[in-house]
């Protein structure tokens, strides 16, 4: 399967996911997000969040943005169904 079939499956779940949601979910699932990359940045650095940005405008992204734009599909669905599901989380 294509990277670019993977993010687009991806997509349509983290849709779907989020229709089923509250905006405290949805709201925890950002925080959550937030602080995964904190930690990142503090054990690696800064993240170049303009040429992330940079990404989401593109119509036709390489093959190495579009392994990145599926990974991170991946990870967000990931935090949704966790947030979903309950899974590991206690509400503050």
Known sequence: MSELSTFEQYYKLADQLIEKMSKEDIAECAR?????????????????????????????????????ISDGMEVFVGVLGCVASGIGLQKH
């Open 32 to 68: 959550l997000l937030a602080l995964n990359v904190a930690h990142y940045q503090s054990k690696y650095g800064e993240l170049p969040l303009d040429e992330t940005l940079g990404m989401l405008g593109m119509s036709k992204p390489n093959d190495e943005q579009i392994q990145l």
